[in-house]
Nanobody
Framework: VQLQASGGGLVQAGGSLRLSCAAS????????MSWYRQAAGKQRELAAV???????NYADSVKGRFTIARDNAKNTVYLQMNSLKPEDTAVYYC???????????????WGQGTQVTVSS
């Protein structure tokens, strides 16, 4: 099982980006899917999470600007980021709670991270 993130890049303040993260491999089920971010010199923080039923939760710093969504048929989670600010600059990581085929427990898998840079 692996997660592959894509969609980062350089954007001006006020612009938008859409991140994608696809899970692949021998997947039995996926629970919560999340986006974390880590700015230089700072701890990794949760930006947004969506559970299997579709409920979402956001960090206060991104609420109203970011939208997390998932496509269960494609095992993919998205993060639509609008009204971007320079303080959103960070490496963004996706994470998912996945139960692999033939495994009785769920574990957290991480994507490789994608850089988002917002210029002022």
């Amino acid at each position: 099982v692996q997660l592959q993130a894509s969609g980062g890049g350089l954007v001006q303040a006020g612009g938008s980006l859409r991140l994608s993260c696809a899970a692949s491999g021998s997947i039995f089920s996926i629970n919560a899917m999340s986006w974390y971010r880590q700015a230089a010199g700072k701890q990794r923080e949760l930006a947004a999470v969506i559970v299997s039923g579709g409920s979402t939760n956001y960090a206060d710093s991104v609420k109203g600007r970011f939208t997390i969504a998932r496509d269960n048929a494609k095992n993919t989670v998205y993060l639509q980021m609008n009204s971007l600010k320079p303080e959103d600059t960070a490496v963004y990581y996706c994470a998912a709670g996945i139960r692999a085929v033939g495994v009785g427990t769920t574990r957290i898998y991480w994507g490789q991270g994608t850089q988002v840079t917002v210029s002022s």
